[in-house]
């Protein structure tokens, strides 16, 4: 078990910095790692596949329910941790037979309330599959940001990524099968991945939804946002390939390599809240 008063982990003596969230979060690390370890943050990584960070109680957990639209078995759960040089991973498997998001948040909360680290980074919206309901707060997240802000525990809420009507190659395969036949394919994928492309107001809030969360921010605390949209989103289009990548994966995830390449044009902004959330 980590302990932040441990004289055997020197690497505590650095601020640090809680990653927390499901796989879409997961998407993130690709700019946001570059972005902590540049500016001498200690790297704690609490992640399982499925499970938004939402606030530990029954009311925001039947919640994330109905954004999510079904349900997960419930079963003991055990957390470990192994640390190796400047980054703490929690490898947790999405399994049906693994914990409810809801005992896994409770998890991580008690163990952000044992260490009390300077800085917890988690999504703070939540998009629904198309055409289910809007994007919203995640549920209880204003809990979250007024719990550890009163703390002294600084928060980085980013807004989540995109979900698409379907998988980019379920889009732009027939297109490029049935109509573009005489074209390489790279010039027919960037055809079909424009037909393809999503307007940003059928995925996203005219505005994002986390801005009232600042009316939950408590002293010595700081809530902080982070919208990653217009480079996700340039010019309210959400395209699949942009320059020579694929932005997403499947559906509801972002490709590692299109986040890798967000990392220089987002660098500047991670650095202004970074710095300014280690209190320089």
Not at 107 to 126: F, G, H, Q, R
Request: charged letters at 25%; aromatic letters at 10%; a negative charge.
């Amino acid at each position: 078990t980590l302990d932040r008063s441990s004289a055997a982990s020197d690497v505590y003596k650095r601020q640090v910095a809680v990653v927390t969230g499901n796989s879409r979060v997961e998407q993130y690390l690709p700019f946001l790692e570059p972005a902590l370890q540049k500016n001498g943050w200690t790297i704690v990584e609490l992640l399982r596949g499925g499970c938004s960070f939402i606030s530990p109680d029954e009311e925001s957990y039947q919640r994330y329910k109905i954004l999510r639209g079904e349900t997960r078995s419930s079963s003991d759960f055990s957390e470990t941790f192994s640390e190796s040089v400047g980054v703490v991973e929690s490898p947790v498997s999405d399994t049906s037979n693994g914990p409810s998001c809801l005992e896994w948040s409770k998890a991580v909360d008690e163990y952000i309330e044992k260490i009390n680290p300077d800085l917890v980074i988690a999504a703070s919206t939540y998009v629904p599959n198309p055409g289910d309901q809007s994007e919203e707060i995640v549920p209880g997240f204003d809990k979250i940001v007024e719990k550890y802000t009163s703390r002294g525990i600084q928060i980085l809420g980013i807004r989540d990524e995109p979900r698409l009507k379907q998988t980019p190659f379920e889009c732009m395969d027939p297109i490029v099968e049935n109509g573009l036949k005489d074209l390489d394919e790279k010039a027919a994928y960037e055809i079909a991945a424009k037909v393809c492309t999503q307007p940003m107001g059928e995925i996203y809030s005219s505005q994002d939804p986390a801005k009232a969360l600042t009316n939950f921010e408590r002293e010595p605390g700081k809530l902080y946002l982070f919208d990653p949209t217009p480079w996700i989103c340039p010019d309210g289009e959400c395209p699949l390939i942009v320059g020579n990548l694929f932005v997403y994966m499947d559906s509801y995830h972002m490709t590692s390599a299109y986040t890798r390449s967000m990392y220089p044009l987002v660098e500047d902004k991670l650095d202004e809240i970074l710095i300014s959330a280690a209190g320089e």
